[in-house]
Nanobody
């Protein structure tokens, strides 16, 4: 059972920066796709960024492409997924949730991901 635990959420002002993390563990093989989603009461869950842990392929939603950077750090039995966010906007507020899937990579559709964390809160004030 793959286990995902997010951390690093905080309250920041618009224009500020924040780094959030997700610890991924419990796998026999590193999942083929890791991604970040976000959700707020006003919006349905939306994909933010994803990466293929075995190579260099990364992809982003258009709304964050020039402001967010997804990356990973691999250890013996864990992968830590990072999301560096700069020039934050109030509309970036929400619960940020990391997801993993053993299948193919390239989607930001939540139905394509099998494993989910609980989320970490990001609040951006104007």
């Amino acid at each position: 059972q793959i286990h995902l635990v997010e951390s690093g959420g905080d309250s920041v002002q618009a224009g500020g920066s924040l780094n959030i993390s997700c610890s991924v563990s419990g796998y026999t093989y590193v999942p083929n796709c890791l991604a970040w989603f976000r959700q707020s009461p006003e919006k349905k869950r939306e994909g933010v960024a994803g990466l293929f842990p075995h190579g260099t392929f990364k992809y982003y939603a258009a709304s964050v492409r020039d402001r967010f950077t997804i990356s990973q750090v691999k250890a013996l039995k864990t992968v830590t997924l990072h999301l560096e966010m700069v020039n934050l906007k109030p509309e970036d507020s929400g619960t940020y949730i990391c997801a993993a899937d053993p299948g193919s990579c390239g989607s930001l559709v939540d139905a394509d991901f099998e494993y989910w964390g609980q989320g970490t809160e990001v609040t951006v004030s104007a």
